[in-house]
């Protein structure tokens, strides 16, 4: 069986040979295929080659065509600064004032910011692995886009400023949502027709560590259910799925993530893995949530190795994933990686139940 099989097969409850780990390792990958950071952000053919070295290293189901968070931003305007080989720095703000929402304009990510830069990736990875591996895309969440172009505080200052009835910025923040929206809808499609089977939401400032559970259900939840909602016509055409990624412990709305139609809910390592389990339940594939900045970042690989065990211990009756709870750091040991891959493979060796 082959990697894009053995994935899309455990998001939609078949049986597969053996577990998948699929750590989400962006940046990771390309250090560890001694790339240069800024120049894989800015150029498709270093990020695929990156990306691809990785790969061959690691023969990891799922490749991951993902580094920086600001690609998005930066075609509204965003003003971005690139260090040499280090991740990207975001300055100011594109939008001030409620009324600055009316001056955005679309953008076309086929052409604009650096977009392009992901979806050339994918497609040259798709062109070089086929179907040997799965392909997950890119793609900031509506709130996190706003958060970029506005800064955070100030989009949360609105926002409780609604709430409270002191000033009503409903108009502003529906607008600045639905061209995330509308832009993320675009740039997921473009990376399925490059060759992406897993597209995906990142909304990680719409943390219950940043938003409250009913700003998450009045703000987020419903242009998120809607991302899902018109993408689910769009990944069956090409025999892809769809992915949703909030940073931290979000227990609290788990039910909502189900609720937003998303065929694989990321759970990070700040939340209780089986709480996940009993929650979601097989309603949506589940994928997480070994600790990056923990055990694999300072473990030795016999502590990856008991933790990933443990992970799929708790996730084998469902469908499961073994993921890590957010990104890799870059200076993550590369035989800790190999270590988590090869634990899902012993998981079946060593009579683990699938």
Known sequence: MRGRE???NIVR?????YPVAAPYM????I???GKNLSECYQHGQALATAQLTAWDIFQQDVIVVQSDNYYMAEAFGATVEYARNAMPILHGAVIEHPGDVKKLEPVNPRTDGRMPVYIEAIARISDKVGDQAAIRGCGTGPFVLAGHL???ERLLMWMIETDNGLEDHSDALHRLFSVGLETLIQFATAQLEAGATIIQLADSLASLAVISPEMFRKYVFPYEQKFFSRMHDVCAKHDSVALLHICGNNTKVFKDYVKTGADIIAIDHAADLAKAVDIIENRACIIGNMNPSGTLLFGSPADVTREALACLDTGHHVRYLLGTGCEVAPETP???IQAMIAAAQMYQVAGGPL
Not at 13 to 17: E, K, N, P, Y
Not at 26 to 29: D, K, R, V
């Open 6 to 8: 053995r994935v899309l």
């Open 13 to 17: 409850g078949l049986s597969v040979d």
């Open 26 to 29: 962006g940046n990771f990958a």
């Open 31 to 33: 250090r560890a295929a």
């Open 150 to 152: 506005c800064g955070i």
């Open 334 to 336: 590369v035989e800790n």
